[in-house]
Nanobody
Framework: VQLQASGGGLVQAGGSLRLSCAASGSIFSINVMGWHRQAPAKERELVAGITSDGSTYYADSVKGRFTISRDNAKNTAYLQMNSLEPEDTAVYYC?????????????WGQGTLVTVSS
């Protein structure tokens, strides 16, 4: 399974960005798709996730500002980020738990950098 993340960039505080994560490969089904982030000198943290039935969950720090969604037909997840703050600056990684011919496993994308200027 390959995950291709895109949509990062530089934005001013209060602005918006939309991240995309497309999964490809010999995928039978995708269970969960999620976004994590890692800021400089900090540990990677969960930002948001969405299950196969559309249930979502968010880190407290992004609730009300970020929205995760997915297009099951395209095996793609999106993260709409509004009211961005400098504290949101990080490398954002998408992840998925997917079933393939080899079994069920966790996969990670390469990360996309989000920089929020004050």
């Amino acid at each position: 399974v390959q995950l291709q993340a895109s949509g990062g960039g530089l934005v001013q505080a209060g602005g918006s960005l939309r991240l995309s994560c497309a999964a490809s490969g010999s995928i039978f089904s995708i269970n969960v798709m999620g976004w994590h982030r890692q800021a400089p000198a900090k540990e990677r943290e969960l930002v948001a996730g969405i299950t196969s039935d559309g249930s979502t969950y968010y880190a407290d720090s992004v609730k009300g500002r970020f929205t995760i969604s997915r297009d099951n037909a395209k095996n793609t997840a999106y993260l709409q980020m509004n009211s961005l703050e400098p504290e949101d600056t990080a490398v954002y990684y998408c992840s998925t738990n997917a079933k393939t011919r080899a079994g069920t496993g966790d996969y990670w994308g390469q990360g996309t950098l989000v920089t929020v200027s004050s």
